[in-house]
């Protein structure tokens, strides 16, 4: 089963555009992962923020994390359309290890 | 430092027949887990190994079976195939001494015909 919830499902927008997507989870965490996928390759890893931090920054992109509502948004300023993928938030639990539960993901397409 | 490897990368089997696939860690890394991936059941997990032991199992069928051999090599065995296989198979490597992030790899394809 999976852990995670996201909103929305698909996305679309222009370059230059900010794009926001939202994850929520149901048991406790240690930490929070947010994960690219192209095209059904293997996931790359964009950005782990941990049970005791808020708000996270990488880049262009922004990560916050409300363990009273157990829900994460991510935010990815100024889009390219190299931004066009599969995001998925994970989250490790705190009675797990190397065991992520993931979401079923946001589908972003980026226009030129 | 090497990525994580799969292979192969694409296999067609037949309903019945069984499969391994193979995963190569990132050098220094310890712990390899699984993933299924379908359209309708998404991201699943199935299985962690650490220094050779299981550790962590999803709730798969017993089917499903893995190893880790003392390089942190993975394999994953999948015995009497079904069409509900059908999936790409992630592997991830991790250090295994913290909840910090996996490194996938690029995934092995399976077609079950």
């Known amino acids: 089963s999976q852990q995670g919830e996201e909103d929305p499902q698909a996305l679309s927008i222009q370059e230059g555009e900010n794009a926001t997507m939202n994850c929520s989870y149901k048991t406790s965490i240690n930490n929070l992962q947010w994960y690219r996928q192209n095209s059904g390759r293997g996931l790359v890893h964009l950005i782990l923020?941990?049970?005791?931090?808020r708000e996270k920054h990488s880049g262009r992109l922004r990560v916050t994390l409300d363990t009273s509502k157990k829900s994460s948004s991510l935010l990815i300023t100024a889009s390219r359309a190299a931004d066009t993928a599969s995001y998925f938030c994970?989250?490790?639990?705190?009675?797990?290890?190397?065991?992520?539960?993931f979401g079923a993901g946001t589908q972003v397409v980026v226009t030129p | 430092k090497a990525g994580v490897t799969q292979t192969p990368r694409y296999l067609i089997k037949t309903r019945g027949q069984q499969v391994t696939l193979s995963c190569s860690p990132i050098s220094g890394h310890r712990s390899v887990s699984w993933y299924q991936q379908t359209p309708g059941q998404g991201l699943q997990f199935l299985f962690e190994?650490?220094?050779?032991?299981?550790?962590n199992k999803g709730n798969f069928p017993g089917r499903f079976s893995g190893r880790q051999f003392s390089n942190s090599r993975s394999e994953m065995n999948v015995s009497t195939l079904e069409l509900g296989d059908s999936a790409l198979y992630l592997c991830?490597?991790?250090?295994?001494?913290?909840?910090?992030?996996?490194?996938f790899g690029p995934g092995t394809r399976l077609t079950v015909l």
């Open positions: 190994y650490f220094s050779e032991t299981q550790r």
């Open positions: 923020i941990r049970s005791n931090e």
């Open positions: 991830a490597s991790n250090t295994g001494t913290g909840v910090d992030e996996q490194f």
């Open positions: 994970a989250t490790a639990p705190t009675d797990s290890w190397g065991k992520l539960q």
